[in-house]
Each structure stands twice: as structure tokens, then as C-alpha cells.
């Protein structure tokens, strides 16, 4: 996995394009009933098939979740990057996502990928804003986004959804 070229490099992990050779990868993220607590469930091999396909689409067109991978142990742990949200409560909005597997978790992996990923949006490609949406009785991501710096703006409820989520958001600074 790792042999395929970084997008972006932290300390610990390298964050890379997805290709259909990560599906079994993915499965211990979207497969798993716990990482997809606060997401849409758990999904099968067919819909991650087409996600990753939704990827390689989104990389050449705008914005994609890219694949993270942990350097010394070769392991691809899940996702983390941008994506185009159209009308977002109003608002077009490129949000910040993030999932990694289980056995992963507690390491810091996942602040260290999404503040890399906050890095290249308002500096190396200079977005003015990033939002992320969360659930706001997912303390682990409320971490996340409060550690890389993003803040509070306001709630929102989304179609299908029963109650609001929290949208976070981080501004270019001018
Ligand atoms: C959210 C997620 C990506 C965090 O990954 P991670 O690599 O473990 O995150 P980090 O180690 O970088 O940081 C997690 C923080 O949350 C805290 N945390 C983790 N679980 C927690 C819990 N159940 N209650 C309170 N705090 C918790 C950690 O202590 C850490 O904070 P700290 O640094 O202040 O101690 C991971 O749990 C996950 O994939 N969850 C399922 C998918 C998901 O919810 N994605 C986000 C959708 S918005």
C-alpha cells in the first residue's frame, strides 16, 4: 500500500490516494458496527467498492477522503480528507472526514491526520474555510476537531436525520 506515493506525510502516517486494493482495508473501518455508530452503518463490500470508486473520481475532479497509512507498520488504518458538500444547511461547504478501525484508535492517529489534512486545505491549496459536522455525542471526534483548532459555529439539522449535529469550522487566517 504503502509503496504508492503520499499525498501528504505527518510524523507517523502517510495519507495517499485509495485504490480498489485498500477494499479489504476498508471493511475493518465500514464494516464494523462501532466505527459506524454515529455514521449510516454498517455497509458491504459493494458499497465500499463504490465508495473507493467515488474516491478515484473525486481525486481527479475536486476533493476525496484519502487512504491513512501508518509508516512503520505498513498499515492502512482507514480515511481522512476533504469532501465537497453542496448545500450543506444552506451553504456549500468542503467538510473534513475521518474515520480509522478500531484497533487503531487511541493513538493520537487521528488528530495527527486531520490537522495535516486542516494544513494543506488553508495553505497549500488556500481554502478560506473547512467545516466539519459531528455528532455531538461523539466525544472522540468532538476531540479531534477541538484539538486541530476548529470551533463551534452553530447546529445543524440535516434531512433524515433526528437530531442536529455540531458543525465545526476553521477559517483561513488573512
Ligand atoms: C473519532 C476517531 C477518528 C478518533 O480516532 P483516534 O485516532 O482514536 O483519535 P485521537 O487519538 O487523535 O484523539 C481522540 C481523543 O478523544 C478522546 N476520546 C476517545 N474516546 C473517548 C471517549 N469514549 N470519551 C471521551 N474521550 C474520548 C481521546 O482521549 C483523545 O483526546 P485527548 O487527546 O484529549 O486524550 C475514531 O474514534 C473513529 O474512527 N471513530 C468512528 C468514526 C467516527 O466517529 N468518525 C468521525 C465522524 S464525525
Keep these: 500500500m504503502i509503496g504508492s506515493m503520499a499525498v501528504l506525510r505527518t510524523a507517523r502516517l502517510a495519507l495517499r490516494e485509495f485504490t480498489l486494493a ?4 476498508l471493511m475493518d473501518v465500514f464494516g464494523d458496527a462501532e466505527v459506524m455508530r454515529y455514521g449510516d452503518g454498517v455497509q458491504c463490500r459493494a458499497w465500499v467498492q463504490a465508495w473507493i470508486e467515488r ?10 477522503p484519502w487512504a491513512v497509512d501508518v509508516c512503520a507498520s505498513d498499515v492502512t488504518i482507514g480515511y481522512c480528507g476533504l469532501t465537497a458538500i453542496p448545500d450543506l444547511a444552506g451553504r456549500d461547504e468542503i467538510e473534513l472526514g475521518y474515520r480509522l ?3 487503531s ?3 493520537g492517529y487521528a488528530t495527527e491526520a486531520a490537522r495535516a489534512v486542516i494544513e494543506y486545505a488553508l495553505r497549500d491549496i488556500g ?3 473547512v467545516v466539519a459536522r459531528v ?5 472522540a471526534s468532538v476531540r479531534v476537531v477541538e484539538k486541530i483548532g476548529m470551533r463551534h459555529e452553530r447546529d445543524v439539522l440535516l434531512p433524515g436525520y433526528t437530531h442536529p449535529d455540531r458543525l465545526y469550522v476553521i477559517e483561513r487566517q488573512l
Excluded at 474516491?55 to 476525496?64: E, F, N, Q
Excluded at 455528532?135 to 466525544?139: A, H, Q, R, V, Y
Design 101 to 103: 478501525a478500531r484497533q
Design 55 to 64: 474516491c478515484r473520481i473525486g481525486y481527479g475532479a475536486g476533493h476525496a
Design 135 to 139: 455528532d455531538p455525542g461523539n466525544t
Design 22 to 25: 485498500d477494499l479489504d482495508a
Design 105 to 107: 484508535w487511541g493513538h
Design 127 to 129: 481554502l478560506a474555510r
